[in-house]
Nanobody
Framework: QVQLVESGGGLVQAGGSLRVSCAAS????????SGWFRQAPGKAREFVAA????????LYAGSVKGRFTISRDNAKNTLYLQMNSLKPEDTAVYYC????????????????????WGQGTQVTVSS
């Protein structure tokens, strides 16, 4: 019922910044928990950041806290991840995710906490 499309990935030097976006087709976007995950070569998909319904609360993985910012624009049905002070270890495919409307809980940090996924956008950080 919900389609998610990521964009904004690319190549950036270490220490630089990049913003990735996720456009959602659902009409109840503000009532869905959303998050970002990433998967690096040879590694499992890992949690990056989560945002509550409406957008009043956020949660970050320790590895990105203080460098990344998750936000949402409910009027545009869009989720964002602003990435600053990028490191080579941030290189990965970044995926956005969204829950069903009205799903319980403020946040989800595992993949089974989400129902819809985008196809991912590649972020590469060079040293």
């Amino acid at each position: 019922q919900v389609q998610l499309v990521e964009s904004g990935g690319g190549l950036v030097q270490a220490g630089g910044s990049l913003r990735v976006s996720c456009a959602a087709s659902g009409r109840t976007f503000e009532d869905r928990r959303s998050g970002w995950f990433r998967q690096a070569p040879g590694k499992a998909r890992e949690f990056v950041a989560a945002i509550s319904r409406i957008g009043s609360g956020t949660l970050y993985a320790g590895s990105v806290k203080g460098r990344f910012t998750i936000s949402r624009d409910n009027a545009k049905n869009t989720l964002y991840l602003q990435m600053n002070s990028l490191k080579p270890e941030d290189t990965a495919v970044y995926y956005c995710a969204s829950s069903q409307a009205g799903a319980g809980g403020l946040f989800a940090t595992t993949s089974d906490g989400y129902d819809y996924w985008g196809q991912g956008t590649q972020v590469t950080v060079s040293s």
